[in-house]
């Protein structure tokens, strides 16, 4: 089964069946990037340069190995759930936005009778995915986005970065391709600092991000209105949980002290495009920004890392 699809075109329609792209081997099937993408290297990051207005931060290994352990530790967090939506056994499963697609194969493993599909506008994905599980390379920021699947009974999407209207436009094209009774499952993390104002390197540093997100038109506070968008835009049973993660990354119980660690290990990469584009930031002063600012985080920060976890249901 080809799997790989590039700007929405079925592979098929442009390979002839000699040269699928297709191979299977021990029950594996070869996702293939067809798609030449251009790269942007800067500062020793790998960017994509046909993308980045959409996607201003890195997607190289060091972001994809991170990006990794961040799902395995959130994993943890959530007691080994992969969603939290009350859906026992999904049989047709988006993972939007997926990243490396470590989500969607582990729910693929998971649930093998399901069909699983990552949708990315990148293919970073692994060559060697479970048979039920497909990768699709799609720009969610098209309008209409979504008319290409149907009877979805479960869409999760995790970490938007601030964009509102994506947002909406997610939540438009789940619930457009949701079967009645599906559910949607939407994840992100935020900071939330108990006195914003407070002079450390840490809100100093929060404080400039919170005003190259506003510039690049994103809220960085945007997880905190997920369960107010999903009841707009028609989901009911609307529940949220809320993980609250200790801003520190020493003296902490471990899991915490993991799940900091992850994420300070990404900020420079989450840090370098919209603080030089919007705050005219060098390279240099990013790295001393971010430095300053884990250093901080290894005394107690008062405030979390909260991360969101909201769901709702298409209604029948
Ligand atoms: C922060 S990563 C999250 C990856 C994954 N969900 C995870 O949690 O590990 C965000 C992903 O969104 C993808 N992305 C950004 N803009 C997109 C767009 N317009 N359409 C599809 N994918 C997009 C990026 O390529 C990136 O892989």
New binding site residues.
């Given amino acids: 089964m080809v799997v790989c699809y590039c700007d929405c075109q079925p592979m098929d329609d442009v390979m002839s069946d000699s040269d699928s792209l297709d191979h299977e081997m021990d029950g594996e099937t070869e996702s293939f990037d067809t798609e030449p993408h251009p790269d942007l290297y800067r500062h020793g990051r790998r960017y994509s340069l046909t ?1 980045l207005r ?2 201003p931060w890195p ?1 190289d290994e060091i972001e994809k190995d991170r ?1 990794d352990d ?2 395995v530790l959130l994993r943890e967090l959530f007691g080994e759930r992969l969603y939290h939506a009350p859906i026992e056994s999904p049989r047709s499963v988006l993972d939007i ?4 697609g ?2 969607a194969m582990e729910c693929a493993e998971r649930y093998p009778s399901s069909t699983v599909r990552g ?4 293919n ?1 994905q692994d060559q060697w995915v479970p048979p039920n599980c497909e990768f699709w390379v ?4 098209e309008p209409g986005w979504h008319t290409q699947y149907a009877g979805i009974d479960l869409v999760h999407i ?2 938007v ?1 601030g964009d509102r209207q994506l947002l909406s436009l997610l939540l438009e094209g789940s619930s457009s391709c949701l079967t009645p009774g599906g559910w949607v499952e939407i994840w992100d993390m935020s900071v939330q600092l108990d006195d914003p104002g407070e002079n450390s390197p840490f809100h100093r540093y929060i404080r400039k991000m919170t005003t190259a997100f506003a510039r690049d038109g994103r809220q960085i506070d945007l997880p905190l209105q997920f369960g107010a968008a999903l009841t707009q835009h028609g989901f009911t049973k609307v529940t949220e949980y809320n993980y609250n993660i200790p801003l520190c990354t020493q003296g902490c119980d471990e899991l915490t002290e993991k799940i900091m660690q992850n994420w300070t290990a990404g900020l420079e990469g989450y840090s370098f495009t919209l603080l030089e584009k919007y705050l005219g930031k060098t390279f240099a002063e990013t790295v001393l920004m971010c430095a300053s600012a884990r250093r901080a985080l290894k005394g107690k920060i008062e405030g979390n890392l909260q991360i969101q976890v909201v769901y709702g249901q298409k209604p029948g």
Avoid: A, F, P, S
């Fill in positions: 993308h959409e996607h997607i990006l961040q799902h936005r997926t990243g490396t470590c989500w949708i990315d506008i990148v970073m799609d720009n969610l920021c995790n970490q970065r």
